[in-house]
């Protein structure tokens, strides 16, 4: 029976925000990209259960320009909506530029396309006065965009209020000063995520409440009347990972470690959005969390998940167990089944373009990737340290599971301690594991070792004994880590058969949202790396990329 259910979350790895919309019988959710490029990834379904990356909004690297923001920072919270009226898709994001002393420097952003494969428009400009903007079409033909007003005077209640402006899609411009409508349908706090619907006589307006950690949930409100006032939903939260009631209003930490749930195994639901299907369902999709215990770190970051719902007699939504508490299994859709073809676990580079599901932080991959030069290989062309805010030639894939191996076969020769090439397990700029090939001056030779970089400090393990392997130059090197859990493992080889493994056992824990002090809101990835520290010209080789996910485990 469990085979046919769907199994919670439906996007593993960083997929944190959902908005879904529709087009007829077409389902798309777009999901935040933070600092990864390309941004704002696009999913699609038929059948509520098969789901296929079908595209990217933001494919210009340089708008918005991504570099040099910090961890965690970047495209924020996307709202995709589908106006029948215009025959347009609209997609509105916020641009996350600081949080230096908790003012929230953000800038919203809107695109238009025909297709969500594109072509998107060039960005409107909306306004700075807060984030996880959203817009809403009204059926007189009016559009209004939400968000959260951001707070900044140190005596008033964090994060603020939601607010509401109308947009003039003639001018592209925002029509007078924003008005604050909504102040929570609970007293968990932290209101944000806005979404405004209409059905029937009523205007909902959908939000997240509590932070976006432990105490996490979706809540409801109506009004007749667009401006409001907007009554609260009885029932609020219709959604959350912990039922608790509580008034947290003067907490405007968005992690509340407290309120973790240990009868649930998914935290942290909330910042929802749904859709009404033709066939009558209703559903829903929210981020969840999967934290290790007791540390309550979450090394898969936010991840997307969906529920089943239902409108009561008397207008308001809910689960279809009329139960609060998100659930890992649910009931699949009635609409006939639609396959679609899953992300490959094996990449070797025989196409001249980069498949769909590649990022690379702050820049475009195909800045620093060759496909062309060395048939049946992937260039990269070394540039910065990972360290770096600026330009790094990483190209990645999202982990999406805790037991997993990821190998690679690289032909690289390094001629100074400067050019590194290898594979690397990448949370941030500041925290990662690094298997990577240099010029080692002490042996006089290429040499092997793993680097780790921990909240900022580095630790250079193989200047341990038994932790630096020469090799030689103009041979094929096998590169691999191993994921099991909170394990990860290191390992070579020279004939992709026999594998030694190299550096100690690392902790995956420490590559989460928790326990980095520099970054947060995103999740790890895995990919292959390069590093000219001296003129960002000098290259590796590989041959192939594969991540191979142990069937029987989902997640951690």
């Given at each position: 029976?469990?085979?046919?259910?769907?199994?919670?979350?439906?996007?593993?790895?960083?997929?944190?925000?959902?908005?879904?919309?529709?087009?007829?019988?077409?389902?798309?959710?777009?999901?935040?990209?933070?600092?990864?490029?390309?941004?704002?990834?696009?999913?699609?379904?038929?059948?509520?259960?098969?789901?296929?990356?079908?595209?990217?909004?933001?494919?210009?690297?340089?708008?918005?320009?991504?570099?040099?923001?910090?961890?965690?920072?970047?495209?924020?919270?996307?709202?995709?909506?589908?106006?029948?009226?215009?025959d347009l898709f609209y997609?509105?994001?916020?641009?996350?530029?600081?949080?230096?002393?908790?003012?929230?420097?953000?800038?919203?952003?809107?695109?238009?396309?025909?297709?969500?494969?594109?072509?998107?428009?060039?960005?409107?400009?909306?306004?700075?006065?807060?984030?996880?903007?959203?817009?809403?079409?009204?059926?007189?033909?009016?559009k209004y965009v939400v968000?959260?007003?951001?707070?900044?005077?140190?005596?008033?209640?964090?994060?603020?209020?939601?607010?509401?402006?109308?947009?003039?899609?003639?001018?592209?411009?925002?029509?007078?000063?924003?008005?604050?409508?909504?102040?929570?349908?609970?007293?968990?706090?932290?209101?944000?995520?806005?979404?405004?619907?209409?059905?029937?006589?009523?205007?909902?307006?959908?939000?997240?409440?509590?932070?976006?950690?432990?105490?996490?949930?979706?809540?409801?409100?109506?009004?007749?009347?667009?401006?409001?006032?907007?009554?609260?939903?009885?029932?609020?939260?219709?959604?959350?990972?912990?039922?608790?009631?509580?008034?947290?209003?003067?907490?405007?930490?968005?992690?509340?470690?407290?309120?973790?749930?240990?009868?649930?195994?998914?935290?942290?639901?909330?910042?929802?959005?749904?859709?009404?299907?033709?066939?009558?369902?209703?559903?829903?999709?929210?981020?969840?969390?999967?934290?290790?215990?007791?540390?309550?770190?979450?090394?898969?970051?936010?991840?997307?998940?969906?529920?089943?719902?239902?409108?009561?007699?008397?207008?308001?939504?809910?689960?279809?167990?009329?139960s609060n508490l998100v659930?890992?299994?649910?009931?699949?859709?009635?609409?006939?089944?639609?396959?679609?073809?899953?992300?490959?676990?094996?990449?070797?580079?025989?196409?001249?373009?980069?498949?769909?599901?590649?990022?690379?932080?702050?820049?475009?991959?195909?800045?620093?990737?060759?496909?062309?030069?060395?048939?049946?290989?992937?260039?990269?062309?070394?540039?910065?340290?990972?360290?770096?805010?600026?330009?790094?030639?990483?190209?990645?894939?999202?982990?999406?599971?805790?037991?997993?191996?990821?190998?690679?076969?690289?032909?690289?020769?390094?001629?100074?301690?400067?050019?590194?090439?290898?594979?690397?397990?990448?949370?941030?700029?500041?925290?990662?594991?690094?298997?990577?090939?240099?010029?080692?001056?002490?042996?006089?030779?290429?040499?092997?070792?793993?680097?780790?970089?921990?909240?900022?400090?580095?630790?250079?393990?193989?200047?341990?004994?038994?932790?630096?392997?020469?090799?030689?130059?103009?041979?094929?090197?096998?590169?691999?880590?191993?994921?099991?859990?909170?394990?990860?493992?290191?390992?070579?080889?020279?004939?992709?058969?026999?594998?030694?493994?190299?550096?100690?056992?690392?902790?995956?824990?420490?590559?989460?949202?928790?326990?980095?002090?520099?970054?947060?809101?995103?999740?790890?990835?895995?990919?292959?790396?390069?590093?000219?520290?001296?003129?960002?010209?000098?290259?590796?080789?590989?041959?192939?990329?594969?991540?191979?996910?142990?069937?029987?485990?989902?997640?951690?």
């Amino acid at each position: 029976m469990m085979n046919e259910m769907i199994q919670n979350p439906i996007f593993p790895g960083f997929h944190p925000d959902p908005c879904m919309c529709r087009k007829g019988d077409d389902i798309y959710v777009v999901v935040s990209s933070n600092e990864w490029f390309p941004g704002l990834p696009i999913y699609h379904s038929k059948d509520m259960k098969h789901w296929e990356l079908f595209s990217h909004a933001l494919t210009n690297a340089e708008e918005p320009d991504l570099k040099k923001l910090p961890s965690a920072k970047g495209i924020w919270a996307p709202c995709l909506t589908y106006c029948e009226a215009d025959d347009l898709f609209y997609l509105v994001y916020g641009v996350m530029n600081s949080m230096n002393a908790r003012y929230f420097d953000v800038d919203n952003y809107l695109i238009t396309a025909q297709d969500p494969k594109g072509p998107w428009s060039e960005p409107v400009y909306l306004h700075s006065m807060g984030f996880d903007a959203s817009m809403f079409h009204d059926d007189d033909g009016k559009k209004y965009v939400v968000a959260l007003e951001w707070e900044t005077r140190l005596a008033y209640e964090k994060p603020g209020p939601i607010s509401i402006m109308e947009y003039d899609p003639k001018t592209k411009q925002m029509v007078g000063m924003p008005k604050r409508i909504w102040r929570g349908g609970t007293d968990r706090g932290c209101i944000e995520a806005p979404h405004l619907t209409k059905r029937g006589e009523y205007y909902y307006v959908m939000c997240a409440e509590g932070g976006t950690g432990y105490y996490h949930c979706v809540t409801m409100g109506r009004a007749r009347n667009i401006m409001g006032p907007y009554e609260p939903d009885p029932c609020n939260p219709i959604l959350t990972s912990n039922p608790t009631v509580a008034n947290e209003r003067a907490d405007w930490d968005h992690l509340k470690t407290r309120y973790y749930n240990p009868d649930v195994k998914l935290q942290k639901a909330g910042h929802g959005s749904y859709v009404d299907l033709p066939n009558g369902e209703t559903w829903m999709v929210f981020h969840v969390a999967r934290p290790f215990v007791p540390e309550l770190r979450c090394t898969l970051g936010r991840e997307t998940a969906m529920q089943r719902m239902r409108w009561t007699e008397d207008g308001w939504l809910r689960t279809i167990g009329d139960s609060n508490l998100v659930e890992e299994f649910v009931q699949p859709s009635q609409l006939p089944a639609c396959l679609v073809k899953p992300l490959p676990t094996y990449d070797d580079f025989d196409s001249q373009k980069l498949q769909i599901g590649y990022y690379a932080p702050r820049i475009d991959p195909g800045t620093f990737v060759d496909l062309v030069s060395r048939p049946g290989w992937a260039r990269l062309r070394g540039q910065e340290s990972g360290s770096s805010l600026h330009k790094v030639s990483l190209l990645a894939r999202k982990l999406t599971s805790l037991h997993m191996t990821a190998t690679t076969k690289m032909d690289f020769t390094p001629l100074t301690y400067q050019h590194t090439a290898g594979l690397i397990l990448y949370y941030d700029n500041m925290n990662f594991l690094y298997l990577y090939k240099y010029y080692s001056e002490t042996l006089g030779r290429s040499a092997i070792g793993v680097l780790e970089l921990d909240n900022g400090t580095k630790r250079e393990h193989h200047l341990m004994q038994g932790n630096r392997v020469p090799v030689e130059d103009g041979k094929d090197l096998y590169l691999r880590v191993g994921i099991c859990g909170r394990d990860v493992q290191f390992s070579w080889s020279l004939d992709g058969e026999d594998y030694m493994d190299i550096g100690p056992v690392f902790d995956s824990s420490k590559l989460s949202d928790e326990y980095s002090e520099y970054g947060e809101f995103t999740g790890t990835f895995v990919g292959i790396t390069c590093g000219d520290r001296m003129m960002h010209k000098h290259t590796a080789d590989f041959d192939f990329f594969e991540m191979k996910t142990e069937e029987e485990h989902y997640g951690i």
